[in-house]
């Protein structure tokens, strides 16, 4: 049985950006300044990201026009696939459709490239002569150096300990692509060396890179700061994901009952869930959408719907999310991308009015499932994708059961070329199977911002 792979022509790529913003029941809180409690003015925002980046981050449009010149290198890679897969459906014998997007066709091998190019495209147009970032597994790193390269602009990367040691070839890619990067915490920052002074094995989290990368921000004028997730307009860039999917079901003659997605700070999961979600809300199909985290890692389904910092060191303005707590260290799994403490605050209120679902995953169980993907569908999915894929297998095992036959899509957000150390280690019986640690989270939790925000 073969594969069925739907392609769109270089025309059909989305001319706009798709908003939840302007959809949403319930308005996402903005940013408030954790000094006086107060919403943070746009301006304040300028400081750490290009203008064009603060404009869409506050609009309440519901398209934004995607400018000509992202378009333009976005045809390397877009519209991407998307296959109906056929034999994993045989293997599981299931009577569901399962079908899913494939973001690994990028340069970078994930869906990252789509922010990247539009992020510092903005930066580029302003004058930007350096830009810093932070990087988990590395596949934002990766994409951020080649969009830099691109603009003649230089790349500095601060990726997390645990996947910079997990994840050499990361490394190697970025700096390919004229990227720097550095394993943190480090030794170049005050943040880094106030961690490394209690620490000095210190794995590393988002939030502590998150720190550094602002610390070069804040001290350089001609440095601006890129996002890989969280923030409104990362999660606006890769809408692109579900708009070409859109048009790809209707050529298969279907539509979803259920979209699935893997949540670390969101980016994917909004991409391919968002634009249904918005049909929906203007009257459109109900669709079950499904959120899937790492059980080391839960902000959705442990956390607190909180205002919180982005980073561990306190640098960004506090912000209304589902959180662990910004202090949390989350164990060191080999999806790097998805061990952030908190979700993304679109994201989080949007559970939070209850249109969506969320649920965990063990390392084992995902490396387990990302294999028999690989072996029905002949691509190898990087661990955070398979997140996804463990949460799809579950749900066409009880349609199974069931006899229901429902039709599921996911986005298989990146490629585990890379990633094949941590294959070799799970069939080396090398990994545990993480969970959260219920005291750190409190006691994270307890040190959250006690200032009460004003909304």
């Not at 299931?94 to 992020?119: D, F, L, R």
């Amino acid at each position: 049985m073969s594969q069925v792979k739907y392609v769109l022509d270089e025309e059909s790529i989305p001319k706009f950006w798709y908003n939840i913003e302007a959809d949403l029941p319930k308005k996402t809180p903005r940013p408030v300044n954790p000094a006086n409690g107060e919403v943070l003015p746009s301006e304040a925002l300028e400081v750490i990201f290009s203008k064009m980046a603060v404009e869409q981050e506050f609009s309440q449009e519901r398209y934004i026009e995607i400018p000509k010149e992202v378009r333009d290198i976005m045809r390397q890679w877009r519209p991407s696939p998307l296959y109906r897969a056929r034999r994993l459906e045989a293997a599981l014998k299931t009577p569901a459709h399962i079908y899913y997007k494939y973001e690994g066709v990028s340069p970078s091998g994930s869906h990252k490239s789509n922010s990247a190019m539009a992020q510092v495209f903005a930066n580029k147009i302003q004058g930007t002569k350096y830009i810093t970032t932070e990087t988990g597994a590395g596949q934002w790193g990766s994409a951020l150096s080649q969009a830099c390269n691109i603009f003649g602009i230089s790349c500095k990367v601060y990726m997390v300990r645990c996947s910079y040691d997990q994840k050499p070839y990361r490394k190697a890619m970025m700096e390919v692509f004229g990227g720097t990067a550095i394993a943190s915490p480090s030794p170049f920052t005050e943040a880094g060396r106030e961690i490394l002074a209690k620490d000095p094995n210190c794995r590393g989290s988002l939030g502590i890179a998150i720190s550094e990368a602002l610390e070069d921000v804040f001290k350089n004028p001609d440095t601006k700061y890129c996002l890989g997730s969280v923030l409104n307009h990362v999660l606006l860039h890769q809408s692109v994901i579900g708009q070409e999917a859109m048009k790809q079901l209707e050529m298969a003659g279907e539509y979803p009952d259920m979209i699935v997605g893997a949540c670390g700070g969101g980016s994917n999961f909004a991409g391919i869930a968002f634009p249904f979600l918005g049909e929906q809300l203007r009257g459109g199909r109900k669709v079950d959408i499904l959120g899937v985290e790492p059980a080391a890692c839960p902000s959705l389904t442990r956390g607190k719907y909180a205002y919180d910092f982005g980073d561990v060191a306190g640098k960004t303005p506090l912000f209304k999310m589902y959180t662990l707590g910004s202090r949390y260290l989350p164990p060191a799994v080999h999806a790097g991308g998805l061990r952030y403490h908190g979700m993304a605050p679109q994201i989080s209120n949007v559970f939070e009015q209850g249109l969506m679902r969320a649920r965990t995953v063990k390392q084992l169980d995902v490396f387990r499932d990302a294999v028999a993907f690989a072996r029905s569908e002949g691509i190898i999915p990087a661990p955070e994708s398979s997140h996804a894929i463990s949460a799809v297998m579950d749900e066409a095992r009880k349609c199974a059961e069931t006899g229901e036959s429902k039709v599921i899509l996911f986005n298989l957000s990146g490629h585990g070329h890379l990633d094949l150390a941590s294959y070799m280690a799970y069939f080396a019986n090398q990994l545990q199977n993480y969970q959260y640690n219920e005291k750190e989270i409190a006691m994270a939790l307890s040190m959250l911002p006690s200032q009460t925000p004003k909304e």
